[in-house]
């Protein structure tokens, strides 16, 4: 679907769907859908609302949508949320939205879209489709799955399982810094092997806390690991976090939680089109906080790969 209008003249010409992930954002999101209904009808949008309690079941709800016509599909929750539509859309001509509700909303950042139902809603009319990348990766197990904003492995995946569980009711950047910390506890750094396919650079090995593939200028709520991330210029932005122990990151800690940087000169960074990551030992890889599967994986941006409603790119 590719159109010049504004958001309000799409939302009252085709078939809306709003799934709404009911876990996201400490639940806050269910708590929205009444104001989000009496928005939509104020404006004379006609939309279905479907309420799911998993990542399959979003997305199957969201491949039976697509198949019975419906267009333009609305995320309520946050960068996980979003995740599991662009998968279920990809490939197909819809327009997807996002009202971010959830407790990491670093893709609806990078858009534009700012954080807060009340926010979304005074502007959501005026957006515009949008051409964005998506990340897509390639685990150990054969699986394939695409993700939004930032991913890796090391504590930060180690870091995603806590957040969505014991830490799941804090906000935002806290949220998942505290579980990088409860993480960082019992974590033992990786030796990690850096390919660079079709670029003629030579692999790099070398010890990290964690290795990130980033779409966005931040993940994990904010954390602000590669700030020249655009979702719009076909490349990844690799970080990798050397060790720092536990004695080094508590002394980053305060301007983490103030600004989100991790101020270190000990980050290496790269932008290019695909990586491969191997490990020492086995590990996990995280997509927006999901995780996917064993390394070693095959990463790569997929430039244009669904279109959104968002702000005019500034």
């Given at each position: 679907?590719?159109h010049?209008a504004?958001a309000g003249?799409?939302l009252r010409?085709?078939?809306?769907s709003?799934f709404v992930n009911?876990?996201a954002g400490?639940g806050?999101?269910?708590?929205y859908l009444?104001?989000?209904?009496?928005?939509?009808h104020?404006h004379?949008?006609?939309a279905?609302?479907v309420?799911t309690g998993?990542r399959?079941?979003?997305?199957?709800?969201?491949?039976?949508?697509?198949?019975q016509g419906?267009?333009?599909?609305?995320?309520?929750g946050?960068d996980?949320?979003?995740q599991?539509?662009?998968n279920?859309?990809?490939?197909?001509?819809v327009?997807?939205g996002?009202?971010?509700?959830?407790?990491g909303n670093?893709?609806a950042s990078a858009l534009?879209i700012?954080n807060?139902?009340?926010?979304?809603?005074d502007g959501v009319l005026?957006?515009?489709?949008?051409h964005?990348?998506?990340?897509?990766v390639?685990t150990a197990?054969?699986?394939t799955?695409?993700?939004a904003?930032?991913?890796?492995?090391?504590?930060?995946?180690?870091?995603?399982?806590?957040?969505s569980?014991?830490?799941r009711h804090?906000?935002?950047?806290?949220?998942?810094v505290?579980?990088?910390l409860?993480?960082l506890?019992r974590?033992r750094?990786l030796?990690?092997r850096i390919?660079f396919?079709?670029?003629?650079?030579?692999?790099e090995?070398?010890?990290?806390?964690?290795?990130?593939?980033l779409?966005t200028?931040?993940?994990g709520?904010?954390?602000?690991?590669a700030?020249?991330?655009r979702?719009d210029?076909?490349?990844?932005?690799?970080?990798?976090?050397?060790p720092?122990?536990?004695t080094g990151v508590?002394?980053l800690l305060?301007?983490l939680l103030?600004?989100?940087?991790?101020h270190?000169?000990?980050?290496?960074?790269w932008q290019?089109k695909r990586?491969?990551?191997?490990?020492d030992?086995p590990?996990?890889?995280?997509?927006d906080?999901?995780?996917?599967?064993?390394g070693?994986v095959q990463?790569?941006?997929v430039?244009r790969?669904?279109?959104?409603?968002?702000?005019l790119?500034r």
């Amino acid at each position: 679907m590719t159109h010049s209008a504004d958001a309000g003249s799409l939302l009252r010409t085709f078939p809306v769907s709003v799934f709404v992930n009911p876990n996201a954002g400490a639940g806050r999101a269910t708590a929205y859908l009444s104001r989000i209904r009496e928005f939509l009808h104020a404006h004379n949008v006609f939309a279905q609302t479907v309420i799911t309690g998993s990542r399959s079941e979003l997305e199957l709800a969201a491949s039976q949508a697509i198949s019975q016509g419906q267009r333009i599909l609305f995320a309520v929750g946050g960068d996980g949320t979003f995740q599991a539509l662009a998968n279920a859309s990809f490939g197909s001509e819809v327009l997807l939205g996002i009202l971010p509700v959830g407790g990491g909303n670093d893709f609806a950042s990078a858009l534009g879209i700012p954080n807060g139902l009340r926010a979304v809603l005074d502007g959501v009319l005026n957006y515009a489709p949008r051409h964005v990348d998506l990340v897509r990766v390639k685990t150990a197990d054969g699986e394939t799955r695409l993700y939004a904003g930032g991913g890796g492995i090391g504590l930060d995946a180690e870091a995603a399982q806590l957040a969505s569980g014991a830490y799941r009711h804090l906000p935002g950047r806290l949220r998942y810094v505290a579980a990088a910390l409860r993480a960082l506890s019992r974590f033992r750094p990786l030796r990690v092997r850096i390919d660079f396919p079709e670029t003629g650079l030579q692999s790099e090995e070398a010890g990290c806390l964690l290795t990130c593939a980033l779409n966005t200028p931040t993940y994990g709520g904010g954390l602000r690991l590669a700030p020249d991330a655009r979702v719009d210029d076909a490349l990844l932005n690799i970080s990798l976090v050397e060790p720092l122990g536990t004695t080094g990151v508590l002394k980053l800690l305060p301007r983490l939680l103030r600004t989100g940087e991790l101020h270190t000169a000990r980050i290496r960074s790269w932008q290019l089109k695909r990586v491969h990551l191997t490990t020492d030992r086995p590990c996990s890889f995280h997509g927006d906080g999901e995780i996917f599967g064993p390394g070693p994986v095959q990463i790569e941006v997929v430039p244009r790969a669904v279109q959104v409603l968002a702000p005019l790119a500034r």
